[in-house]
């Protein structure tokens, strides 16, 4: 299997732009990639413990790669990487809101931004077991499955609610608006 410092060069290694990007750093710095990337990771580390905007550089983690392998992915004429990168931001969605009503309690924890930067990690980690898949096949497709025939007969009942309500405020002003031109004719 390896040491971890072995894995880690390989993944270092592999072709790809996080591999040019750091050949390029290290041919100008003449650090070698494996201590150019572990030094990275433990000042993002650090600053993610004590920095101060650690919320928006960790929202940029979960965000900004994701988003820029979907758009690839939708360019590409797979559909496996579609499948995938849907996965990660149905569990991302989920969690933005399990972390919307948890988040006034968690963020006052030091290590809450560390913590929920390797958990983004981890969801779009490049691993048949990365948590995406983990969390929807095993918590989000179960509660969906149970569910969604109710929740789809409640969205069904509000929509023709809400055309209802949207028919009513049109006949009520458009019979405003008709009573109101002919009081103007009539004057």
Same mark, same amino acid.
């Given at each position: 299997?390896?040491?971890?410092?072995?894995?880690?060069?390989?993944?270092?290694?592999?072709?790809?732009?996080?591999?040019?990007?750091? &050949?390029?750093?290290?041919?100008?710095?003449?650090?070698?990639?494996?201590?150019?990337?572990?030094?990275?990771?433990?000042?993002? &580390?650090?600053?993610?413990?004590?920095?101060?905007?650690?919320?928006?550089?960790?929202?940029?983690?979960?965000?900004?790669?994701? $988003?820029?392998?979907?758009?690839?992915?939708?360019? #590409?004429? #797979?559909?496996?990487? +579609?499948?995938?990168?849907?996965?990660?931001?149905?569990?991302? &969605?989920?969690?933005?809101?399990?972390?919307?009503?948890? +988040?006034?309690?968690?963020?006052?924890?030091?290590?809450?931004?560390?913590?929920?930067?390797?958990?983004?990690?981890?969801?779009?980690?490049?691993?048949?077991?990365?948590?995406?898949?983990?969390?929807?096949?095993?918590?989000?497709?179960?509660?969906?499955?149970?569910?969604?025939?109710?929740?789809?007969?409640?969205?069904?009942?509000?929509?023709?609610?809400?055309? +209802?309500? $949207?028919?009513?405020?049109?006949?009520?002003?458009?019979?405003?608006?008709?009573?109101?031109?002919?009081?103007?004719?009539?004057?």
């Amino acid at each position: 299997m390896g040491s971890v410092q072995q894995r880690l060069q390989r993944f270092l290694d592999r072709p790809g732009p996080l591999s040019d990007f750091l &050949g390029r750093l290290e041919s100008r710095t003449g650090v070698r990639r494996l201590y150019l990337a572990t030094g990275s990771l433990a000042v993002l &580390g650090l600053y993610l413990v004590f920095g101060y905007g650690a919320s928006l550089v960790c929202n940029l983690i979960g965000f900004a790669y994701p $988003a820029y392998v979907s758009i690839k992915a939708i360019e #590409s004429s #797979s559909k496996e990487d +579609d499948t995938t990168w849907l996965t990660y931001w149905v569990v991302y &969605g989920v969690f933005s809101i399990a972390e919307f009503f948890s +988040d006034i309690f968690l963020y006052w924890f030091p290590f809450y931004y560390a913590g929920k930067c390797l958990f983004l990690v981890w969801c779009m980690a490049p691993v048949s077991w990365n948590g995406s898949q983990v969390l929807y096949h095993n918590v989000i497709r179960p509660c969906f499955l149970r569910h969604h025939r109710a929740v789809d007969t409640v969205l069904g009942d509000l929509s023709t609610k809400a055309l +209802d309500a $949207a028919s009513a405020i049109t006949r009520e002003a458009s019979g405003t608006a008709v009573k109101l031109a002919q009081e103007a004719k009539s004057k």
